[in-house]
């Protein structure tokens, strides 16, 4: 009669070798995923960052709110600012910004009307969040707003 086989051996091979095999996996999956940041100097943003705070903040304590919408009617995005700051001739621009993916990130320069607004067509723009990113200055003094707006597909 021969003596029962022992397993354990056998067992603990086969679990360091699923072990390995899991970790190349792994590591496979990992390198060959993107990690794009979804800015190139997404750092040096980072620290001029309280700037933006600033300026977002000057803007939310206007009489007149500025804004920016998206127009589904019209597939465009509405820029809207205050009327003084259109007629002492506001200068900025407008940052659409995809957090999804950097390269169709867009800048704008603000052209407003005489009453305070601005029409951007976004005919061509993928449909999808998008951040609209306004800064402008006016009489020495810095203003931004940013704003989410959801892009829909233009039916055809």
């Known amino acids: 009669m021969k003596p029962p086989r022992n397993l354990w051996p056998l067992g603990i091979i086969t679990a360091f070798g699923f072990f390995i095999a899991g970790t190349i996996a792994l590591i496979v999956i990992s390198v060959s995923s993107r990690t794009d940041l979804v800015a190139m100097d997404y750092y040096e943003q980072e620290i001029r960052y309280q700037g933006q705070m600033d300026r977002l903040g000057r803007a939310q304590n206007l009489p007149a709110k500025a804004t ?89």
Do not use: C, F, M
Request: proline fraction near 4%; aromatic fraction near 6%.
């Open 68 to 156: 920016a919408a998206y127009d589904d009617a019209r597939h465009a995005i509405q820029i809207s600012l205050p009327r003084e700051h259109a007629s002492a001739g506001a200068q900025g621009d407008v940052h659409l910004y995809r957090p999804s993916a950097a390269g169709l990130d867009q800048r704008v320069a603000l052209k407003l009307d005489t009453s305070g607004l601005q029409t951007l067509d976004a005919a061509n723009l993928r449909p999808g969040l998008w951040k609209v990113k306004v800064a402008w200055t006016v009489a020495g003094h810095d203003y931004a707003i940013e704003e989410t707006v959801i892009v829909v597909a233009k039916p055809s």
